[in-house]
Nanobody, 121 residues
Framework: QVQLVESGGGLVQPGGSLILSCAAS????????MGWHRQAPGKERELVAT???????NYADSVKGRFTISRDNAKRTVHLQMNSLNAEDTAVYYC???????????????WGQGTQVTVSA
């Protein structure tokens, strides 16, 4: 089983910055794409950013130019640097990884428990 543990959420003022981190652990055979999604109250969960093992990134239009995703393949971690935060960024942020516990098992999507980010004055 693969466990994903997020950290770094909290309360920040508009215009401020936060860094979210996620560490993968467990009986991991391989990790493919990792990413962050978020869910605001009353809204659907949405993709924020993803990154492949080779470093190819993809961002939601709403965060382009403000958020930066990065990963350390050796440490099995993924990070999200969030700058110029605004109230619309308030949400629970979830780490996601496309991973496999064995070659035979194949890849599936794993999720962390989520970390709250609140942007408020």
């Amino acid at each position: 089983q693969v466990q994903l543990v997020e950290s770094g959420g909290g309360l920040v003022q508009p215009g401020g910055s936060l860094i979210l981190s996620c560490a993968a652990s467990g009986g991991i055979f391989t990790i493919n794409t990792m990413g962050w999604h978020r869910q605001a109250p009353g809204k659907e969960r949405e993709l924020v950013a993803t990154i492949t093992p080779g470093g190819i990134t993809n961002y939601a239009d709403s965060v382009k130019g403000r958020f930066t995703i990065s990963r350390d393949n050796a440490k099995r971690t993924v990070h999200l640097q969030m700058n110029s935060l605004n109230a619309e960024d308030t949400a629970v942020y979830y780490c996601n990884a496309d991973a496999a516990v064995s070659l035979a098992a194949g890849r599936r999507s794993y999720w962390g428990q989520g970390t709250q980010v609140t942007v408020s004055a």
